[in-house]
């Protein structure tokens, strides 16, 4: 089955820039999508097919995909983007295609 | 509006059975993939299983021949059937819809349900 790997956490100072990534083999030809979850509550789709934003997400969060990674870039980090960050894939690779997620990130903002 | 709620955790014993419901609103469930996705405490996501606008059904690996997943399509709800229950089956467990048409990514989730397994 396809394998997603995420670093378990990322500081970032506020008005910095976060880079979150995701790694896989050969997950540019893929599309890979993105989570953000905070504390008790259900993940939030932030980045969908490498780069678009659902409304109502900021400009602020963007993403990229080529070859055997993917990156998911905050810009100018604010407080409230303090939360763990999911890739997640859609592996047809199997006997079955299924949803495949990457371990997830917690970002913390000094 | 699109709107997925959950119900039927609670504590169980291992070796027990417990199903969970998920009623939606603002879409039909039966035109959608629809999918069952845990979180054990402090842990990651976890795919668990998925049912095709067609009706095919897939489970995980770890829940294969104990679990079931279900959609009634009069109550417009969505189901998963948890038989032969293990302590690590003990997760939130978020129902979730896949994007429309390809369904490769998740566009809403419920609140999640938490099922802990322990005697």
């Known amino acids: 089955s396809y394998v997603l790997t995420q670093p378990p956490s990322v500081s970032v100072a506020p008005g910095k820039t976060a880079r979150i990534t995701c790694g896989g083999n050969n997950i540019g030809s893929k599309s890979v999508h993105w989570y953000q979850q905070k504390p008790g509550q259900a993940p939030v789709l932030v980045i969908y097919y490498d780069s678009d934003r659902p409304s109502g997400i900021p400009e602020r969060f963007s993403g990229s995909n080529s070859g055997n990674t993917a990156t998911l870039t905050i810009s100018r980090v604010e407080a409230g983007d303090e939360a763990d960050y999911y890739c997640?894939?859609?592996?047809?690779?199997?006997?079955?295609?299924?949803?495949?997620f990457g371990g997830g990130t917690k970002l913390t903002v000094l | 509006e699109v709107q997925l709620v959950e119900s039927g955790g609670g504590l169980i014993q291992p070796g027990g059975s417990l199903r969970l419901s998920c009623a939606a609103s603002?879409?039909?469930?039966?035109?959608?993939?629809m999918s069952w996705v845990r979180q054990a405490p402090g842990k990651g996501l976890e795919w668990v299983s998925v049912i095709y606008s067609g009706g095919s059904t897939y489970y995980a690996d770890s829940v294969k021949g104990r679990f079931t997943i279900s959609r009634d399509n009069s109550k417009n709800t969505l189901y998963l059937q948890m038989n032969s229950l293990r302590a690590e089956d003990t997760a939130v467990y978020y129902c979730?819809?896949?994007?429309?048409?390809?369904?490769?990514?998740?566009?809403?989730w419920g609140q999640g349900t938490l099922v802990t397994v322990s005697s």
């Open positions: 979730a819809r896949g994007s429309p048409n390809s369904g490769s990514y998740i566009d809403y």
């Open positions: 603002g879409f039909t469930v039966s035109s959608n993939y």
């Open positions: 997640q894939v859609w592996d047809s690779s199997s006997d079955h295609p299924n949803w495949v």
